[in-house]
Nanobody, 119 residues
């Protein structure tokens, strides 16, 4: 079982930056693939960015060049650095995890953290 706790959300002006953190429980964090998803009001949850257990990352086109993901296995934490934020980035951001060998849906989810970008 993995528990995920996001932090770092808040209110920011367009063009600004924000860093989200996701702290994970458990001793096998380094073997997990980690992802960030978001859900805006009235919309379905969408993939944002992910980092594999080996450090490779994948991005949604909408955030490429603006968002980066990193992980600190010693701290069991994954980070989402968000730059050049736009009002359309406003959403609840969720951290997710799945074992490195798994594919498909993520198994574990955090409670989410709100990010609001004002114009």
């Amino acid at each position: 079982q993995v528990q995920l706790v996001e932090s770092g959300g808040g209110l920011v002006q367009a063009g600004g930056s924000l860093i989200l953190s996701c702290a994970a429980s458990g001793r096998t964090f380094s073997s997990y693939n980690m992802g960030w998803f978001r859900q805006a009001p009235g919309k379905e949850r969408e993939f944002v960015i992910a980092i594999s257990w080996g450090g490779g990352s994948t991005y949604a086109d909408s955030v490429k060049g603006r968002f980066t993901i990193s992980r600190d296995n010693a701290k069991n934490t994954v980070y989402l650095q968000m730059n050049s934020l736009k009002p359309e980035d406003t959403a609840v951001y969720y951290c997710a995890a799945r074992p490195g060998w798994a594919t498909g849906e993520y198994d574990y989810w955090g409670q989410g953290t709100q990010v609001t970008v004002t114009s």
